[in-house]
């Protein structure tokens, strides 16, 4: 039994290194400002569900490009509010579900040191918007940890409403 564990533990840290090369976002904004790795959790019509794009501010929107046709723009001076938070999230894909599955399964809890390096830190920016109707959406992005603040920065100076983060109402 303790064989299986070790064995395991060796395949898993084997893997360890491509999991989060390949999978663990990166923390560099594009020169234009623009995030690379982002995904679209909800909120943006059309766009499925976990879509992975590129995040950016540009002619004075804020736009989504999921590739193809997954694409949304959203006008700056139509949104109501830009939200920022934090989250910690497991990397790595469905890859990164099946070493959890199997770090579960090893004996006498062996297995918990690989999922707590499984884990990342991502910002969650939620943008509160209204349509040319005046109907209000709102719509959730995950983005590298550090980033959406910088995000958040562009749209007001496009002209988003944003209503102070909890550190600038304090003062």
């Known amino acids: 039994?303790?064989?299986?564990?070790?064995?395991?533990?060796?395949?898993?840290?084997?893997?360890?290194?491509?999991?989060?090369?390949?999978f663990v976002p990166s923390t560099a904004a594009l020169p234009d400002g623009s995030i690379p790795k982002c995904r679209h959790l909800i909120g943006l019509g059309d766009i499925k569900s976990q879509q992975g794009g590129t995040?950016?501010?540009?002619?004075?929107?804020?736009s989504f490009d999921g590739g193809k046709s997954q694409q949304a723009t959203i006008p700056a001076a139509s949104i109501d509010d830009v939200v920022l938070g934090s989250e910690v999230t497991q990397a790595g894909g469905k890859t990164g579900r099946v070493v959890k599955t199997a770090a579960?399964?090893?004996?006498?809890?062996?297995?918990?040191?690989?999922?707590?390096?499984l884990r990342t830190k991502v910002d969650i920016l939620t943008v509160v918007y209204h349509d040319d109707n005046g109907a209000l959406h709102s719509t959730i992005f995950a983005v590298p940890k550090?980033?959406?603040?910088g995000l958040r920065t562009q749209l007001i100076t496009a002209?988003?409403?944003?209503?102070?983060l909890a550190?600038?109402?304090q003062k």
């Open 1 to 22: 039994m303790f064989k299986s564990a070790c064995v395991l533990t060796i395949l898993a840290m084997a893997t360890l290194p491509t999991l989060s090369a390949q």
């Open 55 to 62: 995040l950016g501010v540009k002619n004075g929107s804020l």
């Open 104 to 117: 579960m399964a090893a004996p006498f809890e062996s297995g918990k040191a690989l999922t707590i390096l």
């Open 146 to 149: 550090g980033l959406a603040a």
């Open 159 to 164: 002209g988003a409403h944003a209503s102070p």
């Open 167 to 169: 550190e600038e109402a």
